[in-house]
């Protein structure tokens, strides 16, 4: 079957720009993750939807970041008035359900570059 | 405090041969996940391998297995007969099985497979 997918794979934006970035899980997984990752700060976890509870929004570093999941499915995660800083590979990933205790494995997609002049 | 520990920035093996990436983990949940990615230059992160804290033997996965020892807080990944195409950056990570349901992630290792 499908796995996760991501587009753009690659967007490149000058800073103060806004820009969107799509997330389409694997059909039929209720939780959704985003992550970001970066030379200088490894991999972390952004935000986290799971089915139609309120998102674990923990990890956003700024409220210029923020995302939403429409129909349980798709998901945007947007950044405002973005900087240098925000460079980096932005990454989603979807699991089956999170509620089976710590044995659920998240799948990721192939991530979107994200550049900003 | 780093709760996934890689100490191996790079590793080098030669192919045929077994290798192993280690991975420490703190935590004070009963109940957690620890997982193994693989990510090629392509970027994809690949899931390779789950153990579980309750789990009583060790994780295989064809030619991967999870050296797991709890009391240690390590969860180390075996590379049996290391392949050309196994170069890639490893990441190790854990969930807690309390909290936050996002994985934490180590800072990798990066495997060089020689000829």
């Known amino acids: 079957g499908a796995g996760v997918s991501q587009s753009p794979s690659n967007k490149v934006t000058e800073k103060g720009k806004d820009v969107e970035l799509r997330c389409d899980p694997i059909?039929?997984?209720?939780?959704l993750y985003w992550y970001r990752q970066s030379l200088g700060q490894g991999l972390e976890f952004l935000i986290y939807?799971?089915?139609?509870?309120?998102?674990?929004k923990s990890g956003l570093p700024s409220d210029r970041f923020s995302a939403e999941r429409t129909g349980g499915s798709v998901s945007t995660l947007t950044i405002q008035r973005t900087q240098q800083e925000d460079s980096a590979v932005y990454l989603c990933?979807?699991?089956?359900?999170?509620?089976?205790?710590?044995?659920?494995?998240?799948?990721f997609g192939p991530g979107t570059r994200l550049t900003v002049l | 405090a780093q709760k996934i520990t890689q100490t191996q920035p790079g590793m080098f093996v030669q192919e045929k041969e077994a290798v192993t990436l280690d991975c420490t983990y703190d935590?004070?949940?009963?109940?957690?996940?620890l997982f193994w990615y693989k990510q090629p230059s392509s970027g994809e992160m690949i899931f390779l391998i789950y153990?579980?804290?309750?789990?009583?033997q060790n994780a295989t996965e064809g030619r991967y297995s999870l050296n797991f020892q709890k009391a240690r807080k390590s969860a180390n990944l075996v590379i049996s007969a290391s392949q050309l195409g196994d170069s890639a950056m490893y990441f190790c990570?854990?969930?807690?099985?309390?909290?936050?349901?996002?994985?934490?992630f180590g800072s990798g290792t990066r495997l060089q497979v020689q000829p």
């Open positions: 990570a854990m969930r807690e099985g309390t909290g936050r349901r996002a994985l934490t």
């Open positions: 939807f799971q089915g139609n509870s309120a998102p674990d």
């Open positions: 059909s039929g997984h209720t939780a």
């Open positions: 990933a979807s699991s089956h359900t999170p509620d089976r205790g710590s044995t659920d494995t998240q799948y």
């Open positions: 935590t004070s949940d009963q109940s957690y996940g």
């Open positions: 153990q579980g804290s309750y789990d009583e």
